[in-house]
């Protein structure tokens, strides 16, 4: 099961920088690719807003 962002998101950025396998992405809000997702929750680990979640 991968994470996904939820729209909680502030887009600043700490998620990404801590994810191990790089599939984070800036947009609007930070964006997960569940395909490359390994399930770790490090983004989850450093979001002060609890945005990224378990799908």
């Known amino acids: ?3 996904v962002i939820k729209d ?3 887009s ?4 990404a920088s801590e994810c191990p ?3 984070i ?3 609007d809000i930070y964006v ?3 395909g490359a997702c390994i399930d770790c929750g490090s983004c989850a680990g450093v979001c002060p807003v ?3 979640q378990p799908e």
């Not at 600043?12 to 998620?15: E, N, P, V, Y």
């Open 50 to 52: 609890d945005a990224p």
């Open 21 to 23: 396998v790089s599939c």
């Open 25 to 27: 992405t800036e947009g």
């Open 1 to 3: 099961m991968a994470y």
């Open 12 to 15: 600043c950025g700490a998620c």
């Open 8 to 10: 909680t998101c502030i």
């Open 32 to 34: 997960i690719d569940g």
